[in-house]
């Protein structure tokens, strides 16, 4: 079973940046894949960003070039690096994980982009 907290959600103004963290309660590098959802309002979720155990990660193309998925070691969390935010970046984003066959969903973080 794996355990995910999100962290960092806020509002920011367009064109600004914020970063995303999920703490993970086992070894994010025994986990086969994690990554962010996200989920606007009135919209499905939908696949932001992930990062495999090897450490090969995937976009979205609309956050292509704006956002970075990377794994901090010593903290035992997938970060999430946004910038250049824009106001369609507005929803609430999930951490998730694949592990033993299973998916595991955090309880989400709010992100708002607004001027």
């Known amino acids: 079973q794996v355990q995910l907290v999100e962290s960092g959600g806020g509002s920011v103004q367009p064109g600004g940046s914020l970063r995303l963290s999920c703490a993970a309660s086992r070894s994010i590098f025994s986990i086969g894949v994690m990554g962010w959802h996200r989920q606007g309002l009135g919209k499905q979720r939908e696949l932001v960003a992930a990062i495999t155990s090897g450490g090969n990660a995937n976009y979205t193309d609309s956050v292509k070039g704006r956002f970075a998925i990377s794994r901090d070691a010593a903290k035992n969390t997938v970060d999430l690096q946004m910038n250049s935010l824009k106001p369609e970046d507005t929803a609430v984003y999930y951490c998730?994980?694949?592990?033993?066959?299973?998916?595991?969903w955090g309880q989400g973080t709010q992100v708002t982009v607004s001027s």
């Open positions: 998730n994980a694949y592990y033993n066959m299973r998916a595991y």
